[in-house]
């Protein structure tokens, strides 16, 4: 019995998506950690834990006094990049779980368009500011952007199974697609064709495209997550935290893994669904809507087949066939992802997930109970009570 | 916040971990971590074996020799105009896994399973481990 299970998001608060949100990053963050806690029906006298990534600016302190948040008795980041984005909800639920804390706020907000841009070079090393194996291995050879580093795992991948650029393409069409009729996309209203992506400029020769790439966004997120048994007095359909895990595999980077095994699976995305499926005792099969952390388009591809969702190697069959879209066998990043609606460190998609299990998303799946949130080194379940 | 300029090739930032690694590159030699107790290899370097917890390590010579496992054409960054290096990940005889770059061949005409050759070279005054293509038939 884990009570891990007994945890629910009982609220969801975001700021619009853009480009350049003209305010602090400080100020995105209290925006959407007041919308979230206002959205639960909660005060902020109620909230007692905050979590966020290891690598926020966001201090806890100045985000507990601008949304006026009395005592914080727990406070946890998560390491690395996004794909730790659902290790916060599984911090949080961990400590609601363990009576750390009662009601944990769960944030992450940046100008990550208009401020830091993760997807620029690397100018310079520094060996003493990055932990083990560090960049010494990367960039002195030119892997000096994600893009680059990312790419050098996904052309295994597609030397392995045949796969193209053109291929890859499938998967952004379906993402601009979901996010035509996403409101609070930034992407709104504009959907893309195979074309339009085969004449993006390309990133990462012969791999990625501009149009592969996530979205550059300023914006913020947050949820409160809390126990089932306060859920069930709040005005929310409760959207219970099913299961929640991590995998991290030694000798594997941040979301790279160059030195062992072969490289065009990804064994940690195969773990958690592993985990995920052996603790709420669900199949592949049983999962409505899949959100899939998409910092390129080849993820997607690497995780539909991790996941079970189809076989390996069959992912661009799969996507051709429309099984991803709205209406097919399961709907992926049916808010258009983080190449769609935006990219905030692939929190914004479990936004998605709370809503699709509420039954209140722009694109909703009828009748959705199970989703999936992967961020590739962590993942989710979530459900409504009593599924 | 602009685009900063990126310096043609960025010279690795030895830590006491690696010294030994970026020193043996510069007497012209590509070695790599073996534990002094139970003999494994590791790539990249670490302080102390996750195979048996010794810290006592000593080195051993790279084949040099090996096949592209993976491989990307990397274009600079803000220098658009310059040449573009092709970056692999370079599985090697010894059993090991290394990235470094692959000279002497059009990127039209990298291919996995390409035979390769150690090449200890200075790069824009860097000196790194480099690669270039053998004539040999390929990985069988």
Known sequence: MSGLSDTAIVGIGQTEFSKHSGRSELQLASEAVAAAVADAALTPADIDGAVTFAIDVNDELAV????????????ARTRGGGGGACATVQLAAAAVASGAAEAVIVYRAFNERSGRRFGQPIAQNNQARVTPPGWNWYLPFGLDTPAKVYALWYQRYMHTYGVSNVDFGLYPVVARKHASTNPAAFYYQQPLTLEEHQQSRWIVEPILRKLDCC???DGGVAMVVTSMARARDLPHRPVRIAAATQSHLRDGDEMFDYYVGDRATFPEAASLGRQLYETTGLTPDDIDVAMIYENFTPTVFLQLEAF??????EATDFIAGGNIELGGKIPVNTNGGLLGEAYIHGMNNILEGVRQVRGTAANQVPGAEHVLVSAG??????AP??? | MGRRDVPG??????TLDDQFFWDGIAEGRLVFQRCAACGVVRHPPAPMCGECHSVEWDTQESSGHGYVYTWIVSHHPTKPDTEPRVV??????????FVANLLGVD????????????????VDDVVLPQFRPVNGSGKP
Do not use: H
Not at chain 1, 64 to 75: D, Y
Not at chain 1, 377 to 382: A, D, K, P, Q, T
């Open chain 1, 64 to 75: 507990m006094r601008c949304a006026g948040i009395t005592e914080l008795r727990f406070t």
């Open chain 1, 215 to 217: 979205q550059e966004s």
């Open chain 1, 308 to 313: 079970g969702f189809c076989g390996p190697g």
């Open chain 1, 377 to 382: 080194r962590s993942g989710l379940v979530l």
């Open chain 1, 385 to 387: 009570e009593g599924s």
């Open chain 2, 9 to 14: 090739v960025i010279p690795p930032s030895p």
């Open chain 2, 88 to 97: 692999v990940l370079v599985e090697l005889d010894d059993g090991i896994r």
């Open chain 2, 107 to 122: 990127p039209e005409q990298v291919e996995n399973g390409m035979e390769v050759g150690l090449s200890i070279e200075a």
